[in-house]
């Protein structure tokens, strides 16, 4: 359905453009400044053509006070570096906590779902306690500004709350689901060396129990930093062994204090301190860690959750995630409008695809959010929630994660609603936030992001650095955004952080999506310009698969590209070369998909693995992962590949032909 993509799908109501939180801020801008903004392209225009102004205007509509004097709102415009609001000072748990006064304090703050206990519930008045109690726990710890905790826990009201409770003594966050194995894990908090791990030993997915005590164990042994471990009890009561000197709590005791929200002390922090460390994966090396900030993570909650989101303290937000995916932070992040949220830990599909809708009526969710796929995989099964469910109440859909289909957005008005802001999203770990997304006011066009978000400076370029407009290139950042990172993790001369994103064009941020603007804002992004895989909403880097596959007896190397796919599907293939006398056999796929299932996700097994006779290599020894992708998607081998930087020329061939085999 070709003819589908662009089609206008919906356009929102009068009554609808009046109540949209941006309609508001757009009043106050223009009562506060002076201006004279009616639609949001003015809007956009004004927040990028004078930045400071914008996000002070944002600190100030939406009452964020600071403790500490600062003289500018951005010190240095120069990417990267930029400083903001240096001198001001914060805490984001309790600003976030504070929005609870926007509505009654016994109104619901998180509804909680899961295949392992049955639906529970927190209100605001007993998460405000709750975050206290855990927070007044970590420092008698010895956990301060500037810790790390770490949490390997389920998505719950748990591990909200021990974010919230290590965000209010200033210390930093890092978490991993469940569902990586040791490895992976491993490979992420060694980095950061955690004084505090919180985890639960065993989730249920799918309707299967999964026990992960000897992941936890291995886990604890290889990290000497960790001084305290706190045990969730989600499957089983037994706890790990842990070596001598590391104290054990389980997670009742940690909460049992005296302290009280009310009388409580939040750690007053820089603007710039460091709040989290989110983890995405180049080509080579070890996970990045993402360090962002407390202030600037504020101001981009407070912007996105009220103008982009339309959240309001009566809403109810919930997408589905880990807290392995940045969404998790976002989810939370819904806090800055007093809204609700909603955590569900389990399988979207169990016992079946009515599963999350049931939710929506039980819960009156009124922001719903999952990646493409799950979308496209109702579609497949020709499953209609509004058959079956009442979803009046939902006013937004939200998807991100990989390019959504012009199929799926009209699947959803076809099989959720008729009147819904539909979002779909870019931007992600990086910046913990979006580059392009939604905004309530604007009509939608069927596969298309609307607009480039407030106070973004984004839009595309060609191979040359000019700007263009219906015409494919890079997408591109060229002023600062508070939440942008303050600096990687363990990355002191800045090499991997301006690698990343500033080493085609300087001073200019490249995201590394292919996308192209339209004349009316709109946006459409067709998959990743760079090296690493976006299966399932999840960014991989391809350096966690080769480290675990040619780590495997009788393979040599390997190459793996993941290919979006028309519909919001996609295509992983893994290419290896084998010693000779080895055979691709089912006992070595199987070798090989247990290792990455184990040491990984499940996320990270490919869907075929195929042997081929040499990986293809640059002059300079990198394996041409983009080139073998855009062979695969059908580029042509002259526009694909620069033969003359080939180290093998002639492995290119193999990949030229198998193009013909990828799936339509």
Not at 53 to 70: A, D, H, L, M, P
Not at 132 to 155: C, E, M, Q
Not at 464 to 478: A, I, Q, T
Request: hydrophobic residues 40%.
């Amino acid at each position: 359905m070709e003819e589908l993509a662009g089609k206008l799908l919906w356009e929102p109501s009068a009554e609808r453009i009046q109540d949209s939180g941006v309609t508001a801020f757009i009043q106050w801008v223009n009562q506060r400044h002076g201006t004279a903004i009616e639609t949001y392209r003015e809007l956009w225009r004004w927040s990028i053509g004078d930045i400071e102004r914008f996000w002070e205007s944002v600190r100030e509509c939406y009452n964020i006070e600071f403790s500490g004097n600062y003289e500018t709102v951005l010190k240095d415009p120069e990417m990267p570096g930029a400083g903001w609001f240096e001198g001001a000072r914060l805490n984001l748990a309790e600003y976030l906590l504070k929005q609870g006064d926007l509505g009654d304090l016994g109104r619901t703050a998180i509804f909680a779902e899961s295949e392992s206990f049955a639906p529970t519930s927190i209100d605001w008045r007993d998460l405000r306690e709750q975050v206290a109690r855990f927070a007044t726990f970590l420092r008698s710890k010895g956990v301060g500004p500037g810790d790390h905790v770490a949490a390997y826990l389920p998505i719950s009201i748990e591990s909200v709350v021990a974010l919230l409770g290590t965000i209010s003594v200033g210390a930093v966050w890092s978490s991993c689901s469940p569902d990586f194995g040791a490895k992976s894990v491993l490979e992420r908090f060694s980095q950061v060396g955690p004084k505090v791990l919180i985890a639960a030993s065993g989730y249920r997915y799918n309707g299967k129990a999964f026990d992960r005590r000897a992941d936890l164990a291995q886990i604890i042994g290889e990290l000497p930093s960790l001084q305290c471990l706190v045990d969730l009890p989600w499957l089983y009561d037994d706890v790990p062994a842990v070596p001598a000197g590391v104290n054990v709590s389980d997670w009742r005791a940690a909460l049992d204090n005296d302290a009280r929200y009310d009388s409580f002390e939040f750690e007053q922090v820089a603007f710039e301190h460091p709040l989290w460390v989110l983890y995405t994966s180049g080509t080579t090396g070890l996970p990045k860690g993402i360090v962002h900030s407390q202030g600037g993570i504020l101001l981009e909650f407070t912007k996105f959750g009220w103008l982009h989101d339309d959240l309001k303290p009566e809403s109810v937000k919930f997408f589905f995630t880990t807290t392995g995916w940045t969404m998790f932070n976002l989810l939370v992040g819904g806090f800055a409008t007093g809204s609700a949220i909603v955590v569900y830990d389990g399988c979207p599909s169990y016992p079946d695809y009515s599963k999350l809708w049931e939710m929506c009526a039980r819960f009156g969710i009124t922001y719903f959010g999952a990646n493409p796929t799950y979308f496209n995989a109702l579609a497949n099964r020709q499953y209609s929630p509004r058959e079956h469910f009442d979803l009046t109440k939902i006013r937004t859909i939200a998807t991100t994660g990989s390019p959504v289909s012009p199929e799926n957005f009209a699947w959803i008005y076809e099989n959720v609603g008729d009147d819904i802001h539909v979002v779909s999203m870019s931007g992600g770990t990086d910046v913990a936030a979006a580059f392009v997304g939604g905004v309530p006011i604007m009509p939608v066009h069927a596969g298309e992001l609307q607009v480039p978000c407030l106070g973004v400076d984004v839009c595309v370029f060609d191979e040359d650095g000019k700007e263009v407009v219906d015409e494919d290139g890079e997408l591109v950042v060229r002023q600062p955004m508070p939440s942008m990172p303050i600096y990687f993790w363990n990355d002191p001369d800045r090499k991997r952080y301006l690698g990343s994103y500033f080493d085609t064009f300087p001073g200019v941020w490249r995201q590394g999506d292919q996308a192209r603007f339209n004349d009316h804002m709109g946006c459409v992004i067709s998959g990743r310009s760079d090296a690493t895989l976006n299966r399932f909403g999840v960014r991989i880097g391809t350096a966690e698969i080769y480290r675990n596959v040619e780590a495997i007896d009788g393979i040599l190397d390997s190459l793996i590209v993941n290919l979006e796919l028309p519909g919001a599907k996609f295509f992983m293939p893994l290419f290896i070369t084998l010693e000779e006398g080895v055979e691709l056999d089912d006992n070595l796929r199987e070798q090989i998909r247990h290792a990455l299932a184990t040491n990984c996700s499940p996320r990270h097994v490919p869907d075929e693995v195929h042997v081929v006779e040499a990986i293809p290599y640059t002059l300079s020894g990198k394996k041409q992962e983009i080139p073998v992708k855009k062979l695969l998607l059908g580029v042509p081998a002259e526009k694909a590949v620069k033969l003359e930087a080939s180290a093998n020329p002639e492995a290119i061939n193999f990949f030229v032909d198998f193009a013909s085999h990828v799936p339509g």
